[in-house]
């Protein structure tokens, strides 16, 4: 099989949520656990950080990844969803996973498959751990995939834990309360590993305080540990007065980045004390640490390869595009958006079906012209009833059969002075990128 066969292999012989929804989910971990004896156990070859949360675990996985890296580790960096390629989801120093690996592993081991009936994330999360094993990495940053208890990347046993937020997103699968969808985000954390949690509310702190006192696990929560004086932003930069690092400047702009970054300055703290924080390269020294961090920070998306977070595509019209896809995102998108100086606001939106449509939708800035759309994906809400439940919301705009036809005529419309979103899904986002730039 060619790369491009061995991923739609990939794509439509194993259950795949991102496109099927409920049916492409398996929830247990017997596949994962099976797939690892069958390999060797890879992930205990090398160190591990695991990462969840509501919204922004891939901006901290990311980062910290980034931040490693420039400490002279040798980084593997397993996230989800990809937007333009599958090798996007499993990288070493920022270096998707080579299409040979990918066409030799499914290859090899189609015939162990079979009777297994995995999903595509069990089958993948295999493939990340053993390539991250035969890459000889030094640590790899891996991103849960759905929840945290029952997501098959909760086998390995991490140095640390990360929990960013959070908030209601796959409540079908996760329960219908913030309380029980932190019991399940908790459920990464593991015995006397220590855990970094970004943000709480009164229902979700006594969850993690609880599961951290039965596992013996010592607990951080970044919100009590305010690391960030002060910020400033710019479209194409932040900037963090910290009080432990210095002046960090931020590649990442979206506004909702201040709260990824003090949590990710909170596990770099923890990261020091487990001694994983003295560059390779350097003699162990505050500055020179210091120094890592700023570069992770300031090079983040050059360094590990990551789009989509306010990314800006164009600068004339200013044209930006976000895949924050449910109400907790849209609290600090809509906000953005609306402050951006421009004279007209083009938004090319969609969502899947299984999100909070209705609850985005009443974020969003009344004053913008929307070109209402749908992703190349079975959970793609269709963009007529997207335009149904935008004018009860009392939104302005048109619906469009695809990304491209949206994006084209928002840009037609646009003049030079305007700004052009596309958004509300990681899945339109995707498609804006492979189709549009």
Not at 107 to 122: D, H, I, Q, T, V
Not at 401 to 429: H, W
Request: charged share 20%; proline share 4%.
């Amino acid at each position: 099989m060619t790369y491009q066969e061995t991923c739609e292999y990939l794509y439509s012989q194993m259950p795949m949520f991102e496109r099927q929804g409920a049916s492409g989910y398996k929830e247990g971990l017997d596949n994962s656990h099976t797939l690892d004896q069958h390999f060797g156990h890879p992930h205990r070859q090398y160190t591990t950080i695991h990462v969840a949360g509501t919204n922004g675990k891939g901006s901290c996985a990311h980062t910290l990844a980034a931040i490693l890296q420039s400490c002279g580790y040798k980084v593997g960096l397993y996230t989800s969803p990809h937007l333009v390629d599958f090798s996007e989801r499993i990288r070493v120093n920022g270096h998707p996973i080579s299409e040979e690996y990918v066409v030799d592993f499914v290859e090899n081991e189609k015939r162990f498959f079979a009777p297994l009936s995995p999903s595509f994330f069990e089958v993948v999360t295999a493939m990340a751990f053993k390539y991250f094993a035969d890459k000889k990495v030094d640590i790899a940053v891996v991103e849960v995939g759905m929840g945290g208890r029952l997501d098959c990347t909760n086998i390995i046993t991490p140095i640390m834990s990360v929990i960013t937020n959070i908030g209601m997103d796959h409540t079908e699968f996760l329960g219908n309360s913030l309380e029980l969808i932190a019991v399940e985000k908790a459920g990464i954390i593991k015995q006397g590993v220590p855990v970094v949690v970004g943000e709480t509310v009164p229902e979700t702190r006594p969850v993690f305080e609880a599961m951290a006192s039965s596992l013996k696990a010592p607990i951080t929560f970044a919100e009590d540990q305010q690391e960030i004086i002060s910020v400033g932003y710019s479209n194409k930069s932040m900037e963090y007065h910290t009080r432990n690092f210095g002046i960090l400047q931020g590649e990442l702009t979206g506004i909702y980045q201040e709260k990824n970054t003090n949590t990710v300055l909170c596990a770099v703290k923890m990261l020091e004390k487990l001694g994983y924080m003295h560059p390779v390269n350097c003699s162990p020294s505050a500055v020179c640490q210091n120094r890592e961090v700023r570069k992770g920070f300031k090079k983040v998306c050059s360094l590990t390869g990551l789009k989509g977070r306010w990314q800006i595509v164009n600068e004339t019209p200013l044209t930006i595009c976000d895949t924050g896809h449910n109400v907790a995102g849209w609290q600090y998108l809509s906000r953005q958006i609306s402050d951006v100086p421009c004279r007209n606001k083009h938004i090319v939106f969609g969502m899947v079906e299984d999100k909070d449509v209705e609850g985005v939708l009443a974020l969003l800035p009344k004053e913008a012209t929307y070109y209402f759309t749908k992703s190349d994906n079975k959970r793609a809400l269709s963009e007529s009833i997207l335009k149904l439940y935008a004018q009860n919301a009392g939104l302005q705009g048109e619906s469009y059969p695809d990304v491209q036809t949206a994006y084209n005529a928002a840009k037609k419309n646009a003049e030079n002075s305007d700004l052009v979103f596309i958004g509300g899904s990681s899945y339109v986002v995707a498609d804006f990128l492979k189709n549009c730039i």
